[in-house]
């Protein structure tokens, strides 16, 4: 597996994963927010890729030099496999070397079930945050 920083010519197919593993209103939300992310930081925005094939990704962004964990989405039949895991620490790396002030993790109503992930990879109830206002890439 190799996690690397998105490219243009990954589009379709991190499109086609969204569609395929979201629902269809947090689809829609995602893409909004990962189209201003590409605007804005395109190195915070990452992809899985086993045997050349996008099987996830992992959107980040920093707001008032604190970062973010803002969605992930892995492709079902690759689940349980380390590759949430590699996306969530290739871009923990990225967050500390930019040094940022604080690493938390976006809850909404679509990324709770994944949140025992982060549990599990030891972040804690702190690190959780419903944000007061809308993250730059949520609001525009």
Excluded at 85 to 104: A, D, H, M, T, Y
């Amino acid at each position: 597996m190799i996690v690397r920083s998105f490219q243009l010519m990954d589009y379709f197919a991190v499109s086609k994963l969204l569609e395929e593993v979201l629902s269809e209103e947090c689809n829609k939300e995602t893409l909004k927010a990962f189209a201003r992310q590409l605007t804005l930081d395109s190195n915070l925005i990452l992809v899985a890729e086993i045997d050349e094939t996008i099987v996830g990704l992992i959107i980040g962004t920093i707001d008032d030099n604190k970062a973010y964990y803002y969605r992930i989405a892995v492709h079902p039949d690759h689940r349980g496999r380390g590759v949430g895991k590699s996306l969530i620490n290739g871009l923990k790396e990225r967050f500390e070397k930019r040094k940022v002030s604080q690493i938390l993790i976006t809850v909404d109503t679509h990324n709770e079930p994944v949140l025992p992930l982060y549990k599990a990879l030891g972040f804690q109830s702190a690190d959780f945050l419903k944000p007061l206002k809308p993250l730059r890439i949520v609001n525009g």
